[in-house]
């Protein structure tokens, strides 16, 4: 792993793609890196791809947006389309395992990926609204450039306010961010 | 003296629109009147949070032509105030900005360009710039900085006013929808800790003592009878404005004294283009960048000065020419050959320009 990265989610509105890169970006700066993120939207309120372009650097980072992706992350059927341009040949491809026939159509088997079962995990064992927190786990551990404890604290951040009112929620994000890092221990190296 | 928001130099990590906010705060400012509109909306949501917590007031009008109107009654009364808005909002605004123009008032406006004509996307774009240097029925007599990062975002803003209330010509600040909804480090400042002082604001009705006999009346004309009146008036804030712009302008040059091919480029472009540069100086292209800083009034010495051992020049922006059109009158007579990629409404990489330079 380099000293810097690349990283462009992509899923649903809803999904927590924004809350991912916030929170990746926030324990980067904390971390002593440049960080970088920018979001992706549409006029609409609700619905359609969020896309969400993070930058990790241990150098000044310049222009927010970038041609090709270190990591691409997809968690939805369009997401998967929509994120496509910024696959390049040495892009690691995180996606749900729901969506492997949709990747294998516009992939094949050749490209470097990773699929998770985040969705079913989420939705059988933990609640539905820690989906994006396994994702934030997997990612951390492919990345492997920033130390947990720097993760932890900016899940605080973004979440306390939350935890605060039910001290429930904060076993079940670390919870699912545990099995996010235990998922990615079986990925690729980046 | 309201009190002051930040103390000593804070590091911190936000979105573009919550820089410009807190840099508002920081120069003084103590009123901001607005109109929701995408990219832009936060600043006006990080300024109503923090804006009771330091006395500071904020008037959500019906729509930006009063939004703008209302900056020049606060700017009338003497108060240190702004606004911002973005396409849509920027092109109803212009009938206030013209109107301050006229009557020389010192309005902040900050922009944060989105795609258009029209509607078109809430995203990014730079196609604002026409717009925002000469939307109104006149001369473009104003001020126009283009920031490329979060710092500029905050030095910029506090800039904005002071440049306003010493000059006397409506000054903007002209960001862009990737710059509102980045987050990236920034380094907020009080700007009097800087050794900064901020240009007194002072109000232009109201006024105390009997008008016509203990001083003189206050007539901030935007109406006159003869051609020869009008002739007079803009003659004058014409001078003004030639004569301020050596003291205004501003630009950044990289890389520039051998460049054999200058790239020219404004606001976050300039960032993807100075990382052009880098890469195509490492495959052995003697590259060069220009990025004017104050787009009105426009570097035009420095460029011309600047340009002068370049072989090619490349304009690089999110618009289909408008940067270009600026760098084209300030280049008038100079025989150099001049391509440009120009991509409206769109972001540009450092790839693409890298590409596009070794194409040519």
């Known amino acids: 792993m380099g000293v810097s990265l690349k990283i462009a989610l992509a899923g649903e509105g809803g999904q927590g793609v924004q809350s991912v890169a ?90 470097k990926q990773l699929a998770i079962p985040a969705l079913v995990v989420a939705q059988q064992e933990m609640h539905p609204r820690v989906f994006n927190v396994i994702i934030l786990g997997v990612l951390m551990q492919v990345a492997d450039l920033l130390e947990r404890s720097h993760v932890e604290r900016a899940l605080e951040r973004r979440l306390g306010h939350k935890f605060a009112q039910d001290p429930s929620l904060r076993e079940l994000n670390y919870r699912a961010l545990e099995r996010g890092y235990q998922m990615g221990k079986g990925g690729v190296a980046v | 003296m309201v009190t002051k928001p930040i103390k000593g130099e804070q590091r911190s990590f936000m979105t573009g629109n919550e820089v410009i906010a807190w840099a508002a ?199 006159y009878n003869l051609e020869e009146e009008l002739f007079a008036i803009l003659s004058d804030s014409i001078k003004d404005y030639e004569s301020m712009t050596p003291e205004v302008v501003e630009w950044e040059a990289t890389a520039i004294d051998d460049a054999e091919l200058l790239i020219i480029a404004h606001g976050i472009v300039s960032r993807a283009a100075r990382a052009a540069v880098q890469v195509l100086r490492e495959e052995g292209l003697k590259a060069g960048l220009f990025r004017p800083i104050t787009l009105r009034p426009f570097p035009v010495a420095e460029l011309r000065r600047l340009t002068g051992q370049a072989r090619r020049l490349i304009v690089v922006e999110s618009a289909y020419g408008q940067l270009e059109k600026m760098v084209k009158t300030a280049l008038y007579g100079l025989k150099i050959p001049l391509r440009s990629y120009l991509r409206p409404g769109m972001g540009i990489t450092p790839e693409e320009i890298v590409q596009f330079a070794k194409e040519l």
């Open chain 1, 22 to 111: 916030e929170i990746i970006s926030e324990a980067a700066y904390t971390a002593g890196y440049q960080a970088l993120y920018i979001p992706n939207f549409g006029v609409e309120q609700r619905g359609g791809v969020s896309l969400a372009f993070v930058q990790i650097s241990r150098e000044q980072i310049g222009a927010p947006k970038f041609m090709l992706a270190d990591v691409v992350v997809a968690l939805s059927h369009r997401a998967v389309d929509r994120s496509r341009q910024y696959v390049g040949p040495e892009t690691l491809l995180i996606y749900d395992e729901s969506l492997r026939d949709e990747v294998r159509s516009l992939y094949g088997t050749e490209q």
């Open chain 2, 25 to 223: 705060l920081a120069a003084g400012c103590e009123f901001m009147y607005g109109y929701p509109i995408t990219p832009q909306n936060e600043i006006m949501h990080y300024w109503t949070r923090l804006a009771p917590k330091y006395e500071r007031g904020f008037l959500q009008t019906e729509d930006e032509i009063s939004a703008g109107f209302t900056t020049i009654g606060g700017v009338l009364a003497g108060k240190r105030v702004f606004t911002a808005t973005a396409g849509p909002g920027n092109v109803l605004m212009q009938e206030a900005m013209a109107m301050a123009e006229m009557m020389r008032l010192p309005t902040v406006v900050v922009v944060t360009q989105r795609g258009g004509p029209s509607t078109a996307t809430v995203i990014y774009s730079q196609q604002e710039l026409n717009l925002t240097s000469f939307g109104g029925n006149g001369e473009g007599l104003r001020i126009v900085y283009s920031p490329a990062s979060h710092d500029d975002l905050f030095s910029y803003t506090i800039k904005a006013f002071n440049s306003a209330w010493k000059y006397r010509f409506p000054t903007f600040v002209l960001g862009d929808g990737y710059q509102s909804k980045m987050r990236a480090p920034v380094t907020l400042y009080d700007p009097e800790e800087r050794g900064l002082t901020m240009e007194p604001c002072y109000p232009m009705v109201g006024l105390p003592g009997l008008p016509g006999e203990e001083r003189e009346p206050a007539h901030l004309r935007n109406t």
